[in-house]
């Protein structure tokens, strides 16, 4: 993460904190979602570390607890809106809306459980999230940000209509191990 103080949106609102989409329910991710936080991320470490750098094998309560907490803060604060994906009632992922890409812009950021993958969990809740994001009145573009690698993530925007608007480098010192080193910039507007 860059120094300096985190990027909040001015005038903006904050979104619900429960969302759905077909059978997909966002839920704020509370800290007291710290242990299926940590039960989630631990079955799905295989799954995740090619492309998430904090997915280590030292992923511990500990980290998930921290982790829990600084979500919590950064909804407060407006910098960030994390939420738990559920499919009727079963924890199964996690997305959610930062505010890191300027001025009326928040991007989308997701994963899901490999046993649940490829049943349009992620797109559904980039979908509600999208929605929810447009509703916000500072806010006017979406975007969703992905190495150029990861064909899965990819299938996310384009499902969801979002125009490619640019390919550009990463930055190395938050390279995952699949990263190719070039992300695909996805944008959709009000
Ligand atoms: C990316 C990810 C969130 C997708 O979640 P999901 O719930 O399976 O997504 P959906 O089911 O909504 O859509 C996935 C699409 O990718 C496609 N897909 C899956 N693996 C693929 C691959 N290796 N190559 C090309 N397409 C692939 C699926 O077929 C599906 O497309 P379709 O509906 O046209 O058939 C999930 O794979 C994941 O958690 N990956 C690891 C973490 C990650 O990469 N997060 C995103 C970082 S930018």
């Not at 125009?163 to 944008?187: C, I, T």
């Amino acid at each position: 993460m860059p120094g300096g103080p985190p990027a909040t949106i001015e005038g903006m609102d904050q979104p619900p904190e429960e969302l759905t989409n077909a059978a997909v329910t966002l839920r704020r991710r509370q800290p007291t979602d710290a242990q299926v936080t940590f039960e989630l991320i631990s079955e799905s470490l295989d799954h995740l570390q090619p492309w998430m750098l904090w997915a280590t094998p030292d992923y511990s309560l500990e980290h998930a607890k921290e982790y829990s907490q600084r979500c919590d803060a950064e909804w407060a604060e407006g910098s960030a809106f994390h939420y738990v994906i559920y499919v009727d009632q079963a924890p199964v992922g996690s997305a959610g809306l930062m505010a890191r890409v300027g001025t009326g812009g928040l991007e989308i950021g997701y994963w899901v459980h490999p046993s649940w993958t490829g049943r349009g969990v992620a797109t559904s809740a980039a979908a509600a999230l999208t929605d929810a994001a447009l509703a916000l009145p500072g806010v006017d573009r979406v975007e969703i940000h992905h190495d150029v690698a990861n064909k899965a993530s990819q299938r996310v925007p384009e499902k969801l209509g979002y125009a490619l608007v640019g390919e550009v480098p990463s930055d190395p010192d938050m390279a995952a191990p699949a990263d190719s080193g070039r992300v695909k910039v996805w944008r959709i507007t009000r």
